[in-house]
């Protein structure tokens, strides 16, 4: 399975975006899609996941309330809306695929497949 991620962009701090991650190949309704993000000299952190059946969403706390993870099972897409953006949001973003759909989907080391990333910048 490959993962394209999209989306990215610059946008004042208050704005929105919406990241896509299309797939390519099957998924199952066990694995678990996640989101994470990575910004200058830090290491990449989670932001959200959710497993392909619905079963399972998760959010890291720095978005909770303002971001949401969504699938859409006809585009084998998964999407981040991230609202009320700030400063600190400005990052790389990669979505990962976990086949085994762990339920710490917050370790980076689950994840099998990453996308390229897209990069966002929030400017204040």
């Known amino acids: 399975v490959q993962l394209q991620a999209s989306g990215g962009g610059t946008v004042q701090a208050g704005g929105s975006l919406r990241l896509s991650c299309a797939t390519s190949g099957r998924i199952l309704d066990n694995y678990v899609m996640g989101w994470f993000r990575q910004a200058p000299g830090k290491e990449r952190e989670f932001v959200a996941a959710v497993r392909w059946s619905g079963s399972m969403i998760a959010y890291g706390d720095s978005v909770k309330g303002r971001f949401t993870i969504s699938t859409d099972n006809a585009k084998i897409t998964v999407y981040l809306q991230g609202n009320s953006l700030k400063p600190e949001d400005s990052a790389v973003y990669y979505c990962?695929?976990?086949?085994?759909?762990?339920?710490?989907?917050?370790?980076?080391?689950?994840?099998?497949?990453w996308g390229q990333g897209t990069l966002v910048t929030v400017s204040s």
């Open positions: 990962g695929l976990d086949r085994e759909g762990a339920y710490d989907s917050w370790r980076t080391s689950n994840y099998e497949s």
